[in-house]
């Protein structure tokens, strides 16, 4: 079972950055395609942000400007870079992959993360 790993999570105070990175452990695989989700306490799972096997972007109106996701095939990693951090950004963020590649071979998936704590705060 593939198994997808965050990093990079932490307090951080506002206006400042972070970057997320999301791998597939392991692995032969490299995430084609997925995104970035965030959760707040009693709240249902967002998008943030979310990139396609062409590489195009989406993200969330609250986060445009702000937020950028990217993917390293080499490092078969997704990241999310986050700057100008507010406090309503705190949250839980996931991974979530909804495509992998491995030499050419594409699979259709829904994989999550655990999770990783962003917390925004002076």
């Known amino acids: 079972q593939v198994q997808l790993v965050e990093s990079g999570g932490g307090l951080v105070q506002p206006g400042g950055s972070l970057r997320l990175s999301c791998a597939a452990s392991?692995?032969?695989?490299?995430?084609?395609?997925g995104g970035w989700y965030r959760q707040y306490p009693g709240k249902q799972r967002e998008l943030v942000a979310s990139i396609t096997s062409s590489g195009a972007t989406n993200y969330a109106d609250s986060v445009k400007g702000r937020f950028t996701i990217s993917r390293d095939n080499a490092k078969n990693t997704v990241y999310l870079q986050m700057n100008s951090l507010k406090p309503e950004d705190t949250a839980v963020y996931y991974c979530k992959a909804e495509k992998l590649r491995n030499k050419g071979v594409y699979y259709i998936v829904d994989y999550w993360g655990k999770g990783t704590l962003v917390t925004v705060s002076s």
């Open positions: 392991g692995s032969i695989f490299s995430i084609d395609a």
